[in-house]
């Protein structure tokens, strides 16, 4: 029988991952026997095992990626916004060979650093879709050997895979004061990197239409936390002069202000608007549709995976880089014109 040169094709003789083939060369537990017992039995009948493993562990690859998704808000993996990029990051592993596995705290019993975990299961690189990015185990991970990729963050030792915020706020910015608002508040998310870049964006906007707005209509909340806003909606539009339109951090903070304004009687747009920022499919099946950016996040996720597969393979032509990709301009009925009849 001819013997299979590459774990790659042993994996397709036993219509299995590359990666769950790694893990029955290697003794992985988190397998079923019965895969387990069959990979070994096809290695052993084209003489894979003696060979073919001992350039795996030569190499050192596992061909599995570390996947970090840690968020303080209850809506997780559900998150349409994360679960788009995520999918779209599996679908590209998957089509260069990669499984995904997401980094615990434990294994098991025991309990561990991301950085023990991903040292445990022997990752080939790790991708960090969502975490507190300066959290000491988070920085110990991307300031460890493993090639990291990251979205939403720059870090000098990662490559970073981001939406145009600057551009995508402008846009945003641009349009509404276009549609006459002067009275523009924003609720921004966290202290972050994104956050400051939207910041700096929003107030370069204001700045360049001679536009002044008070201290309290900058408001800080939780990103993707349509309870937050809600009741940052509420103090914003019981000030003496409430703005007449409310940016939020993103597009689920808008329905949280958009429910406050209706529980206060307002009608959107005529009595407030509202804009958000994602382009999630949920805040366009609403009447009216949300004006917001739309960001590629399947291509976020495909960048990502492409960039960190690039980094893990090819490390010495692979630079460190912040790529930014485009945004988009999602025009929705919920931000009024006062131009329309003047």
Same mark, same amino acid.
Do not use: W
């Given at each position: 029988?001819?013997?299979? $040169?590459?774990?790659?094709?042993?994996?397709?003789?036993?219509?299995?991952?590359?990666?769950?083939? +790694?893990? $029955?060369?290697?003794?992985?537990?988190?397998?079923?026997?019965?895969?387990?017992?069959?990979?070994?039995?096809?290695?052993?009948?084209?003489?894979?095992?003696?060979?073919?493993?001992?350039?795996?562990?030569?190499?050192?690859?596992?061909?599995?990626?570390?996947?970090?998704? +840690?968020?303080?808000?209850?809506?997780?993996?559900? =998150?349409?916004?994360?679960?788009?990029?995520?999918?779209?990051?599996?679908?590209?592993?998957?089509?260069?060979?990669?499984?995904?596995?997401?980094?615990?705290?434990?294994?098991?019993?025991?309990?561990?650093?991301?950085?023990?975990?991903?040292?445990?299961?022997?990752?080939?690189?790790?991708?960090?879709?969502?975490?507190?990015?300066?959290?000491?185990?988070?920085?110990?991970?991307?300031?460890?050997?493993?090639?990291?990729?990251?979205?939403?963050?720059?870090?000098?030792?990662?490559?970073?895979?981001?939406?145009?915020?600057?551009?995508?706020?402008?846009?945003?910015?641009?349009?509404?004061?276009?549609?006459?608002?002067?009275?523009?508040?924003?609720?921004?998310?966290?202290?972050?990197?994104?956050?400051?870049?939207?910041?700096? +964006?929003?107030? =370069?906007?204001?700045?360049? =239409?001679?536009?002044?707005?008070?201290?309290?209509?900058?408001?800080?909340?939780?990103?993707?936390?349509?309870?937050?806003?809600?009741?940052?909606?509420?103090?914003?539009?019981?000030?003496?002069?409430?703005?007449?339109?409310?940016?939020?951090?993103?597009?689920?903070?808008?329905?949280?202000?958009?429910?406050?304004?209706?529980?206060?009687?307002?009608?959107?747009?005529?009595?407030?608007?509202?804009?958000?920022?994602?382009?999630?499919?949920?805040?366009?099946?609403?009447?009216?549709?949300?004006?917001?950016?739309?960001?590629?996040?399947?291509?976020?996720?495909?960048?990502?995976?492409?960039?960190?597969? =690039?980094?893990?393979?090819?490390?010495?032509?692979?630079?460190?880089?912040?790529?930014?990709?485009?945004?988009?301009?999602?025009?929705?009925?919920?931000?009024?014109?006062?131009?329309?009849?003047?």
């Amino acid at each position: 029988m001819k013997k299979v $040169a590459t774990i790659k094709e042993l994996s397709l003789k036993c219509g299995v991952s590359v990666s769950t083939v +790694s893990k $029955a060369l290697n003794g992985y537990q988190d397998i079923s026997e019965t895969t387990r017992q069959m990979v070994l039995k096809a290695a052993r009948e084209t003489g894979y095992l003696p060979e073919a493993n001992a350039r795996v562990l030569k190499m050192r690859k596992t061909y599995n990626i570390g996947v970090l998704f +840690s968020t303080l808000t209850n809506h997780g993996l559900r =998150n349409e916004y994360f679960a788009h990029i995520l999918a779209s990051f599996k679908e590209k592993a998957a089509k260069r060979g990669y499984d995904i596995t997401f980094i615990e705290h434990n294994i098991g019993n025991r309990k561990m650093t991301y950085l023990d975990h991903c040292r445990c299961r022997n990752f080939d690189g790790v991708f960090i879709a969502c975490a507190e990015f300066n959290e000491p185990e988070v920085l110990e991970l991307v300031n460890s050997d493993y090639p990291v990729v990251t979205i939403d963050h720059a870090f000098n030792e990662a490559i970073s895979v981001l939406s145009d915020n600057v551009d995508g706020m402008r846009q945003l910015a641009q349009y509404i004061i276009n549609q006459g608002h002067t009275k523009i508040a924003y609720i921004h998310g966290t202290r972050s990197f994104v956050t400051h870049n939207r910041l700096v +964006s929003f107030n =370069n906007v204001l700045r360049e =239409n001679g536009i002044l707005i008070p201290e309290e209509y900058y408001v800080e909340g939780i990103y993707r936390s349509a309870e937050s806003a809600e009741e940052l909606a509420l103090g914003l539009l019981q000030l003496p002069a409430p703005p007449t339109c409310i940016i939020a951090s993103d597009d689920y903070a808008a329905l949280g202000v958009m429910n406050t304004a209706r529980r206060l009687g307002l009608k959107i747009p005529d009595d407030i608007s509202v804009a958000g920022y994602d382009g999630i499919s949920v805040a366009q099946a609403l009447e009216p549709k949300l004006t917001t950016i739309k960001q590629d996040t399947d291509r976020i996720g495909a960048e990502a995976a492409r960039q960190l597969i =690039n980094l893990i393979e090819s490390p010495m032509t692979t630079s460190l880089d912040n790529i930014y990709l485009k945004v988009q301009l999602v025009k929705g009925g919920s931000v009024k014109n006062f131009k329309v009849n003047q």
